[in-house]
């Protein structure tokens, strides 16, 4: 598991061949219980890192695109699933989240709309780690890019979330799901993208 | 094979487990033949991409420690292999670099001393692109850290190399062999770099 950029955030990651970029899960070690977003398999190695580093209280899912492993990992874990509430009818979570929900103290939700699942969570960690699903994704290294067109439900809202988050001064690093982590300038990327549809 | 932070230049990656961070290669895509850097191996997928992106005509290695799947490679494709001028003794290649050396138009040799091999070499690419073996890694995201005292052979040499890229300004992306890449803010995070050694 690789370290990212502060002491207490983890990393894993797997190659996806269709799309030439990496996707990556997020885990956020805590005192009080670890948090994992978003979790793809772990290999052997990274299972026994997880373990290491205190296992797994809860598991949260920002997209219905984004179960990945989720179900296996609760299963020998017992961590409890988190999901986007305007998700309740496609998925099976122990607790759903809305905007505004805090999933453990510095973990707090944001819902973005217009993705192509109703509902997409975002995570704001400590003011200054944004973590998103789908959405606001890099397959460019160091930029930020929306979800294509064709994908998204509806665009005008789906900038309108991007705005809110570029909006955000405090935001340091950004970590996508799929595609290069911003570890640095992470909140001007995002002035970045939504300048462009200005 | 991705997209790193231009439109011509790649990268393919593998997860350490000794190490807990990704080991990296650099593919720069060129109109008269592409140039590999410390080539690891590729899988099918990235083997077939790399064909589409034109082959290799040119195999950069940084240093002896970094020779990976460059010999492989070069069987392949046919490419010219080059190392560091001082690894004559240690290495079979093609060609040496030196301090100063173009390798195709665009690509500088930076000869760094006090590292755990002689002469280990980085490349700046078009001014603004540093690629690094060994002395310049990242085993915590977004920042840079130089490889461990017990590991280099002249520290105040290695610091004086590392002071050198400091005071480049156009340097904007630092791709290090191993460890996150940084591709915003790159010459800032040299600069920090060189500041711990004040």
């Keep these: 598991m690789k370290r990212l950029h502060r002491d207490d955030i983890y990393g894993w990651s797997l190659f996806n061949e269709g799309l030439d970029i990496d996707f990556h899960s997020v885990l956020w070690v805590r005192p009080d219980g670890n948090v994992a977003i978003d979790p793809l398999p772990l290999s052997d190695h990274d299972r026994t890192h997880l373990e290491q580093l205190g296992s797994v209280n809860t598991i949260v ?8 492993a989720s179900k296996s990992l609760a299963e020998a874990t017992g961590a409890r699933v988190l999901g986007p509430a305007d998700e309740r009818v496609r998925l099976e979570c122990d607790g759903w989240l809305n905007d505004g929900d805090v999933v453990v103290p510095g973990l707090t939700v944001m819902t973005l709309h217009g993705s192509k699942t109703p509902g997409e969570l975002a995570l704001l960690l400590e003011d200054t780690t944004l973590i998103t699903g789908d959405l606001i994704r890099a397959h460019v290294a160091g ?20 705005r809110r988050l570029a909006n955000m001064p405090s935001i340091e690093a950004v970590l996508p799901g799929d595609g290069w982590p911003v570890f640095r300038g992470g909140g001007q990327a995002l002035a970045d993208l939504a300048a462009e549809f200005d």
Tied chains: 1, 2.
């Design 61 to 68: 899912i920002t997209n219905s695109d984004h179960t990945r």
């Design 143 to 162: 930029r930020l890019h929306l979800l294509p067109d064709p994908k998204l439900s509806d665009k005008a809202k789906a900038v309108e979330s991007l």
